[in-house]
């Protein structure tokens, strides 16, 4: 019948799930080490949640629909209307800053692209409560101490940081009126991607201004801005300062951002964006929240798993087992299933075939299924209460009592 | 604004998200042991795929919908579907029997009922390609396990089977047609949750034939039958002999299944099912897969957490960290940061605050994140290269060097 996955979605057979599965338990690391509680939402919203602050234009890539009961509902597109809506709930009963991190599939309803996804994973790590550069810096760590944990070096991943507050200062300073100051960051967020971007710039500033800008993208000295500075000097502390630069042209494309911004690219500049974030002090309330100032950041797994296969850093496929467990002949196959079972209770990963086979078969499948050590259960090896392990690299051989199998 | 979940779907604030991540873990490890991998598909599917084998009415079931391009499409209420559509791709590529399992969220769209969730989380368990009464006997122990693990005994749980081919020989026995086979393995279905099972199964069969079949249900000698007595014995091996008794009563609702069948209760009978499974050889070809024998069950959360927790087995929620530095005074706020990330670099949980504050409320503090110990960072002690641990169980203090603190 020939069935397939709807456009955009993915099968994770085993071993891509390993992949997946490998990817997450570093979040999940880096996160818990800094002390973040790992929280959870339904994967499906009332629209009303995603489109009360955003407006309804972001409505367009939603992932939504009308349910059975007539309901406005959509695929979660982005958590912080989630935890807004939670910490609302929760309002003054959460003693804060609230560190919470999630591990979330998201969904969006973009026009098709060839190989374009429409869901993905993505890492959340928020802090609630707090306007402390000291937070900034500490979710950067944690971004960081994710990838470091996947093994992704200093001369793998940069972290690019900017600040609102600097940028929409330093415009001022050349009399940028707050009317034009979207459009001005808009281009300055596109320099690097998009030809266009420096002639429109200097369209809407004239030539000089548009160099001043132009500038500033190549001045280091801003780093020491005191924007900026608080958060690099934390960011020594938590032991990532080689993994941090300040860059001017940092942006971050979504509105909501109120202080310092910063994505994390490969440093070949190859990729997408593999992680952003940023201070984003308003938004909670503006979910309907309370009044906190927040701070946090989203890596997903897409351009992250691109990168580390290209960077030779996905680990080997991993074992099924550890042991095989092979009877000699059919009347072996009961105490077979025995040695499983002791092996199974000691948390060792254990198979064996359910049928009787030769043991040639059953070697076999043993180096199929990944064991390191066959157990060969035999007639008179039982009989006296041993069975014979062979390790399948050297092919040496031992006999082993049963009560000492692990 | 007072945003809710929409009806039927839950969050997950840390404390239960703890907790499921806690019975997910147990279902991981016991599916490991046991030499399965996991795999995952997409939450969203096309309808056709799920309506294909059992018909337009199980749509009803169903949260399906149309998205924004027309396609008619539904959230995942099954796995298997999905499972017969990666195996039929693979086709051949892969090594028999396959041993698949996965932890998915799946979705129904029924009539609204108080607290009936629309909504949960699955352990999925199957082996395709063997019709082997080991296969059968080994899933019921890996379900088992997982119970076992989260520490459930035989007195909590019980595991009730029984064989569809021996129900239809017993009933084709007392010259039950296969036209009326349907109706009358309904009624058993029903036995003990409906009073009406035993009038309609009378009115269906006559007094005296129901009888016989109410006499089957207390007949223990019927687990000697060789459709039944072969997965016995290999329960027995697995060493969940206490767990598992013939039980004539247990059909499953669903249609498909072909052996085996069985549902784990608990003790007491208060609860429905904690999981349920069997063997369903027709089914991965009735999906669109090739035609390979399988064997499989799913154990949902949400009886079980509830079981769990009416038995006292939920453990105490873990602690944020284990350990908290207390910065003492303002200038001792980068020092603690660099004892944080010592700390976290050793994969210790560990927390501080961003903003100075007093030792008092730090001492709080730490007590609030559930730490076991806390450092405290002074100028006299960081001066030599010092910080001093205190337990905040005993109250003991000790002054460790900054190079030997893990």
Redesign the interface.
């Known amino acids: ?6 456009p955009g ?6 071993e891509a ?2 992949v ?2 490998w990817v997450e338990s570093s979040w999940h ?1 880096a996160s ?4 973040y ?10 629209l ?2 995603f489109t ?1 602050k955003s407006g309804a234009e972001i409505a367009e890539q939603l ?7 007539g ?1 406005a ?1 959509t ?1 979660r597109g982005e958590m912080t ?2 935890l807004a ?2 910490v ?3 309002a003054g009963g959460l ?1 804060k ?1 609230i ?2 991190y999630c591990v979330p ?1 998201f ?1 969006r ?1 973009e026009r ?1 692209q060839r190989g374009r996804l429409r ?1 993905f994973y993505q890492w959340n790590v928020d ?1 609630v409560g ?1 306007g ?1 550069a ?2 900034d ?2 979710v950067i ?1 944690v971004a960081v ?1 994710g990838l470091r944990i996947l093994g992704l070096e200093p001369d793998d991943v940069v972290v690019r940081l900017s600040d609102r507050r600097l940028l929409r200062r330093m415009l001022r300073s050349i009399d940028v009126g707050a009317d034009e100051e979207a459009d001005v960051m808009a281009c300055i967020d596109r320099l690097e991607r998009d030809a266009k971007a420096v002639p429109r710039l200097e369209e809407q500033l004239g030539r000089a201004r548009a160099q001043q800008v132009l500038g500033w993208c190549e001045d280091a000295s801003l780093a020491e801005a005191d924007e900026i500075a608080p958060v690099l ?2 960011c020594e ?3 990532i300062g080689d993994y941090v630069r300040f860059d001017f042209r940092i942006v971050r494309g979504l509105a909501y951002y109120t202080g310092p911004v910063w994505e994390i690219f490969d440093r070949a500049g190859k990729l997408r964006s593999v992680a952003g974030g940023g201070r984003y002090d308003d938004l909670v309330a503006g ?2 929240g309370p009044d906190l100032q927040a701070v946090g950041f989203g890596m997903g797994d897409v351009v992250l798993t691109e990168l580390l296969r290209e960077r030779g850093k996905l680990p080997p496929p991993p074992s ?2 550890e042991v095989f467990v092979v009877p000699i002949g059919a009347e072996m ?2 105490p077979a ?2 040695v ?2 002791r092996l ?2 000691r ?5 064996g075939p ?2 009787p086979l030769r043991v040639g078969r059953g070697l076999k499948a043993a180096d ?2 990944g064991a390191a050590r066959a157990v060969l259960v035999g007639p008179s090896e039982w009989a006296e209460g041993s069975v014979r392990i062979r390790d399948l690299r050297s092919g040496e051989e031992r006999v082993v009592p049963i009560d000492e199998l692990e």
Chains 1, 2 share one sequence.
């Open positions: 019948m020939g069935f397939q996955a709807l979605f993915r099968d994770f057979e085993p799930m390993a997946r599965r690391e818990r080490r800094a002390g509680q790992e929280w959870d939402g339904p994967p499906l919203e009332s009303e949640l009360a992932y939504a629909f009308t349910d059975k009961g309901r509902v695929l209307p989630t809506r939670l609302a709930a929760r003693p800053p560190k919470w599939q969904f309803y098709q869901e802090v707090t402390e000291s937070a810096a500490e760590a101490e000097e934390a502390d938590f032991g979910f309907g099924r087992v196959l009961r299933r025995q499983l079972r199974r209770d948390r060792v990963r254990a198979d359910y049928a199929q299924a």
